[in-house]
């Protein structure tokens, strides 16, 4: 097995007596990805601030590899029109001044040539891909990643885990990503959290996706989603919407 | 032209440059309400400085300041809105202070002075104290630029980048209070908020960069300083509103000149 990174160990969290976490274990390796999964309201974002060590659990702890160097992408990014920022200037505010890793950033989420546009000029696609630059920028071992394609339309979502995915590849730091759209992340992802307070299960993406407790939560449309995603894709969209062939595809029998 | 005229302007234009720079980051951090509330609770520093018959400039600070502190520890704990809470100390400490001014029977106060600012009321001791604090305030603003800014864009992504925010907006809150300090007689205690964002806000039709704001807004400021005290001494109007009404003037003319280009 890889190098673990993170490991949270019965993590407990209530605020004014109600229990926003209980109980919750959960480990990322490097070069995994572990997506977390649940309905609103879950804890998700909870135990993400726990694990960053924005907030202290009530009880259990979090232990990390030690120097680990974390990449944050926080699930909102309000940008005020008072604000004159470009997006280079926003890869700056990290504290790494370096002119030339902030276009490779850039550039590794496809944005450079948008390096001298205002932020707030940008889409919702285009801004979470800078964000996710800021969060390459410090080289980090561990990508923490609240529901990385918030605000972004479906075709650019694929697209975004996709390039999370070859991020993941090419630089083996472990992802740590919250979620609610049960579709796409699954194809992406190594390991599934699902939970809801607790952990109600986890396992490979495939296996949770059996299991009761994944359908009591998510009830049986998931499941067809599931269905409907195991009948394999044999192309992609790219980013202008056009399809791209996959190289070894069987032949599309659901949704492509 | 007269000596007190000449340190008019110096107290103006100290106050401008600060104010510009500290201006542009509570635009930016929404903070236009925490102003408003230091520089409130500022005149309960002119009531307690008269009761002890010190000039007001040192007890303003420190009420300023310990106001500041207040606040920052206040919004860590939740049970009212952020704007409940600078309303309750804004108008406590005002009320504070003009109850303890009516205690004092024996002071005559020119009230509106400080409320308002006067030209008059500025000595050299002023100007030293208003350039020195100046200085200080840009140089520490500079010090904790890029940290202070971070954490007003997104302060959770800051702290996991490793800036300390609770003690970069501590000291932020703390220059705001030097800058009330600052303020305080060529300005008045009710116009600082509105030395601090009007020029501001009307240098960001200029900046494409958060810093070239902030110096365009010390260039707005020092112009609206000008003129305002200008006017004021032409047609004996209190020195504070006619600064702010001049910088106000600037904030519309490029309003109404940048709606035109586009």
């Known amino acids: 097995m890889a190098e673990l990174l993170l490991a949270a160990d019965g993590v407990s969290v209530d605020f004014d007596g109600r229990v926003a976490l209980s109980n919750v274990s959960l480990t990322v390796h490097r070069g995994e990805i572990v997506s977390l999964i649940g309905p609103n309201g879950a804890g998700k974002t909870t135990l993400v601030r726990v694990v960053l060590g924005l907030l202290q659990p009530s009880t259990g702890r979090v232990a990390t590899l030690p120097g680990l160097r974390i990449g944050y992408m926080p699930q909102f990014m309000p940008i005020d029109e008072i604000l004159p920022m470009t997006a280079a200037r926003f890869l700056a505010l990290s504290g790494v001044s370096d002119e030339v890793r902030i276009a490779k950033a850039l550039a590794d989420v496809g944005t450079d040539h948008l390096a001298g546009a205002q932020l707030r000029d940008l889409s919702g696609g285009e801004l979470r891909r800078v964000i996710l630059a800021r969060a390459l920028l410090r080289e980090p071992d561990l990508l923490v990643l609240d529901e990385p394609v918030q605000g972004v339309d479906v075709g650019g979502q694929a697209e975004l885990y996709g390039l999370i995915t070859r991020l993941r590849d090419q630089t083996g730091c472990g992802v740590l990503m919250v979620s609610h759209d049960l579709h796409i992340v699954m194809a992406e992802t190594d390991k599934v959290v699902c939970m809801n307070h607790h952990v109600c299960c986890t396992g490979h993406p495939e296996a949770v996706s059996r299991m009761p407790e994944y359908l009591a939560l998510f009830g049986p449309a998931a499941a067809q989603h599931l269905a409907l995603y195991a009948h394999g894709h044999d192309h992609r969209h790219d980013q202008h919407g056009d399809v791209v062939p996959l190289k070894s595809g069987r032949p599309m029998d659901g949704h492509g | ?206 900046a494409r960069t958060p810093e070239r704001m902030a110096l365009i807004a010390a260039g707005i400021g020092a112009l609206s300083v000008v003129f305002g005290l200008w006017g004021s001494l032409v047609w004996d109007t209190p020195s504070g509103p006619s600064i702010v009404v001049a910088a106000l003037a600037a904030f519309l003319a490029v309003r109404i000149m940048f709606v035109r280009w586009r």
């Open chain 2, 1 to 206: 032209m007269d000596d007190f005229v000449l340190r008019a302007f110096a107290a103006g234009l100290g106050a401008a440059a600060a104010a510009g720079p500290l201006g542009a980051f509570v635009v930016w951090g929404r903070m236009a309400y925490f102003g408003e509330a230091l520089a409130h609770s500022a005149i309960l520093g002119v009531a307690l400085g008269l009761a002890v018959g010190l000039d007001p400039t040192w007890p303003v600070l420190i009420v300023a300041a310990a106001v500041a502190l207040l606040l920052s520890a206040l919004q860590e704990s939740r049970g009212l809105a952020t704007d409940t809470l600078l309303g309750i100390v804004a108008q406590g400490t005002l009320a504070l202070g003009l109850v303890v001014l009516a205690f004092l029977r024996n002071v005559r106060v020119d009230l509106l002075g400080y409320l308002f600012g006067d030209v008059l009321a500025v000595t050299p001791e002023d100007i030293v104290f208003i350039w020195g604090a100046a200085v200080l305030a840009i140089a520490v603003l500079m010090r904790i630029w890029r940290p202070l800014l971070s954490t007003l864009v997104h302060a959770e992504l800051a702290q996991v980048e490793g800036v300390a925010v609770a003690r970069v907006r501590v000291t932020f809150m703390l220059l705001i209070a030097l800058l009330v300090a600052i303020a305080l007689k060529i300005v008045g205690l009710l116009p600082i908020t509105a030395l601090l964002i009007i020029p501001a806000a009307t240098a960001r039709a200029f």
